[in-house]
Nanobody
Framework: QVQLVESGGGLVQAGDSLRLSCAAS????????MGWFRQAPGKEREFVAA????????YYADSAKVRFTISRDNAKNTVYLQMNSLKPEDTAVYYC?????????????????WGQGTQVTVSS
């Protein structure tokens, strides 16, 4: 099993930046892709961004391509999501995800592991 723990969420104003972190523990040698989803109130969970095992390939939802950057530090088993120029519509619970493959990453990605989520609230 792999455990994922997110941190870095909070309440910010529109235009601010936040960096989310997700630390993986457990059987991390089997972890390939890692990434982020989010779920806004009353909406379905949606893919935000992902990164392949070695960090060579990154994937973004259209809403995240310009303002968000995903990265990972395999020495720390941690994935990051740098979010800039935040908007009120970015308000959501952000979930870290990890998978045992690099396959199917994107809007239809179904990771094997999930974190508990961290709340991001952007006020206007």
């Amino acid at each position: 099993q792999v455990q994922l723990v997110e941190s870095g969420g909070g309440l910010v104003q529109a235009g601010d930046s936040l960096r989310l972190s997700c630390a993986a523990s457990g059987r991390t040698f089997g972890v390939y892709a890692m990434g982020w989803f989010r779920q806004a109130p009353g909406k379905e969970r949606e893919f935000v961004a992902a990164v392949s095992r070695r960090g060579l390939n990154t994937y973004y939802a259209d809403s995240a391509k310009v303002r968000f950057t995903i990265s990972r530090d395999n020495a720390k088993n941690t994935v990051y999501l740098q979010m800039n120029s935040l908007k009120p519509e970015d308000t959501a619970v952000y979930y870290c995800a990890a998978d045992t493959t690099n396959l199917g990453i994107g809007s239809g990605w179904t990771p094997d592991y999930w974190g508990q989520g961290t709340q991001v609230t952007v006020s206007s």
